[in-house]
């Protein structure tokens, strides 16, 4: 059985950071494209952030460049998402995403979904 389980979310002030991951299990996905995917109460599932499988390219949503950032480790079949400077729109909870189906990495359509971490910024 194929799982992706994020962890690191939790409760942060404004300007703070936090540092999710993303373990995958059931299979590797170093020959597929990862991605972060945010959705905050009463709004549509967003994307955040996509790797390729060698990390030689990413992609992020334009206007959270500059504050995250993601990486992967092929190795520990693992995918990161760095956040700096968190603001209160923030808040959402984080989907990990992998093996996309759609040519733009900004569609949530991929195979495999996490069930999320929840990430709070309130002062």
């Known amino acids: 059985q194929v799982q992706l389980v994020e962890s690191g979310g939790g409760l942060v002030q404004p300007g703070g950071s936090l540092r999710l991951s993303c373990t995958a299990s059931?299979?590797?996905?170093?020959?597929?494209?990862m991605a972060w995917f945010r959705q905050a109460p009463g709004k549509e599932r967003e994307f955040v952030a996509g790797?390729?499988?060698?990390?030689?390219?990413?992609e992020f949503a334009e206007s959270l460049k500059g504050r995250f950032a993601i990486s992967r480790d092929n190795a520990k079949n693992a995918l990161f998402l760095r956040m700096n400077s968190l603001k209160l729109e923030d808040t959402a909870v984080y989907f990990c995403?992998?093996?996309?189906?759609?040519?733009?990495?900004?569609?949530?359509?991929?195979?495999?979904w996490g069930q999320g971490t929840q990430v709070t910024v309130s002062l």
């Open positions: 790797i390729s499988w060698g990390s030689s390219y990413t």
């Open positions: 059931g299979r590797s996905f170093n020959k597929e494209a």
């Open positions: 995403a992998a093996d996309p189906t759609a040519r733009s990495w900004a569609r949530p359509e991929y195979r495999y």
